[in-house]
């Protein structure tokens, strides 16, 4: 398990990075909001929600336009050394 110090700097180094980052498939950094013993890092409120969310009300929806944009995005942060940790959602809808 990761020390508070060390999860701390992590968190930290991944928040100064994403608030450098510009690009129209990741939602902009807002800042980091903390708790005494949590902290997480702020985007954008999306009216629509997550993926899932936006799918799930939007049954119809055609979904390879979403994936093409979800990996446009994903190559943008793979361009600028990012590795996004936690991707999932609309693969289990096509599948």
């Known amino acids: 398990m990761q020390s508070s110090d060390s999860m701390h700097k992590r968190l930290v180094k991944e928040a100064v990075g994403w608030a450098w ?16 013993i949590r902290f997480s890092m702020v ?3 999306m009216p ?3 993926i899932m969310s936006f799918i ?4 119809n929806q055609n ?11 994903l190559q943008y ?11 999932k959602g609309v693969m289990k809808q096509i599948s």
Request: hydrophobic share 40%; net charge negative; aromatic share 8%.
């Open 21 to 36: 980052l510009r690009h129209e498939n990741i939602l902009p950094f807002i800042g980091i909001a903390t708790q005494p």
């Open 63 to 73: 979904l390879f336009p979403l994936l093409i944009d979800t990996a446009v995005g």
């Open 43 to 45: 985007s954008e409120w």
């Open 56 to 59: 799930a009300h939007n049954p």
């Open 77 to 87: 942060l793979h361009r600028n050394d990012f590795v996004h940790g936690n991707l």
């Open 48 to 50: 629509n929600g997550d």
